[in-house]
């Protein structure tokens, strides 16, 4: 016998002796929807009638109803948060004791350092790339104006280029071998 569930229509293979005629609760393996099953062959108009007035007569009075929801209301747990620097969280769980006027200093401080917001890692390497090409443009630019007042940087301004071109050529490469 095929099944299919109803939610998400997965269709699963089950032997045709597993579903008795009174049918039989299945779960759906994927979506976790639960049903009650008959045989696909013993089912008639007429025992669709008799579930359905079945389903009917079962009908509960709403007083019952709204017991259940004031009893779901007391079940609900309220979590309050533990700090995690709290004298008796560090007692607790890790066996540190601290005074309170230590807890309060050091809480101080936490909070004050919740406010500052660190560069970063790629922040800063961002800022060092481009502190670098700006350094190297404004070379390019004043080279002239350098080699005439100091004319011993003339080779390594040279050399210092001619690294920057090799580097990108080498990085071209790679790109472009990709």
Known sequence: MILSCNSCGKKFVVPDSAITAAGRTVQCGSCGNKWKQFPVDKINKSQLVSKVTEVVSKTRPIQQKTQKLKKAKKRNIKHREISLYSPEY?????????????????????????????????????????????FSKGLHFSQELIVQSFPFTEYYLDYFFETIRNMFEIWKNLIASY
């Open 90 to 134: 560090l007692a607790k769980k890790h066996g540190i004791k601290i005074n309170d006027t230590d807890f309060k200093k050091t809480v101080s401080k936490i909070e004050k350092n919740k406010d500052k917001v660190s560069f970063g890692f790629y922040n800063s390497l961002i800022l060092f790339l481009v502190l670098i090409i700006a």
